[in-house]
């Protein structure tokens, strides 16, 4: 699998068969092959993490099998036209509506803690947020991603005691679900607006959840945060992958 750091949140995985779109907000896309087809994955609602516009984007690359998997939190009346919703049920007619003429999206509505078969041998399990929406973990043929989305332990050092432990315990309960899955590579908040709290989310993954190689992300274009870290903790250099504005 290969992975191209958009921005802030946003990630590209290329695939043998297809490519996988994570939490596109804004920035270039490299050039893309038009005979794959293209999953479109957004979190949550928040501006950084869902924009519309990338459907226009790939439209404009000459990507035609477009699906979508947003996360219900995103009012329908905020995607574009093309978008076509799809039911549980419906969900084995993507093949016939992708290699049709028409120019219509499937989209699929993630609710949370629910799994999903979708075409080209694409399994997604979706884990609940501590802020909006969701997480995705994304099973393929070549292997298995995790996207965080805004899943963090969100303690600052001034919040107080009681909403701390909520919040980490949240964190955790979530996060634990991924135990005894092997994933192949994460994409995981690393937020210097934490201040010293930036690493508790960061670290509780990595010493509970099996990763061969992890992302850092939503870190505000201050990509020296990811630096500091690995200054911090060394153990994780050949795990920890370094991204750039």
Not at 47 to 61: Q, T, V
Not at 146 to 165: I, K
Not at 175 to 189: E, R
Request: aromatic content about 14%; charged content about 20%.
């Amino acid at each position: 699998m290969n992975v191209t750091y958009i921005f802030h949140s946003g990630f590209l995985v290329e695939t043998k068969e297809c490519y996988y779109i994570f939490d596109y907000w804004k920035g270039n896309l490299p050039a893309l092959d038009v005979s794959k087809p293209v999953f479109v994955f957004s979190s949550h609602s928040h501006a950084d993490h869902y924009n519309p516009e990338i459907f226009g984007l790939l439209r404009s690359l000459g990507m035609h099998r477009i699906i979508a998997v947003l996360s219900r939190d995103i009012p329908q009346k905020h995607w574009p036209d093309s978008l076509q919703p799809v039911t549980e049920a419906e969900l084995a007619a993507f093949p016939d509506m992708l290699h049709s003429q028409t120019e219509a999206c499937p989209a699929v509505k993630a609710y949370h803690s629910q799994k999903y078969e979708l075409p080209f041998h694409t399994h997604v399990e979706t884990l609940l947020s501590t802020d909006s929406g969701v997480a995705f973990l994304v099973t393929c043929p070549d292997g298995t991603i995790y996207h965080a989305g805004d899943l963090n332990d969100w303690n600052g050092p001034e919040t107080p005691e009681q909403e701390r432990r909520q919040m980490t315990g949240s964190y955790r309960a979530s996060v634990n679900k991924l135990k005894g899955k092997a994933i192949d590579i994460a994409f995981l908040p690393l937020d210097p607006r934490l201040k010293e709290c930036y690493a508790d989310g960061f670290l509780y993954f990595l010493e509970n959840i099996d990763a061969r190689q992890v992302f850092p992300m939503h870190y505000w274009e201050q990509p020296e945060i990811i630096r500091q870290f690995l200054e911090k903790y060394p153990q994780y250099g050949n795990i920890v992958a370094y991204t750039e504005i």
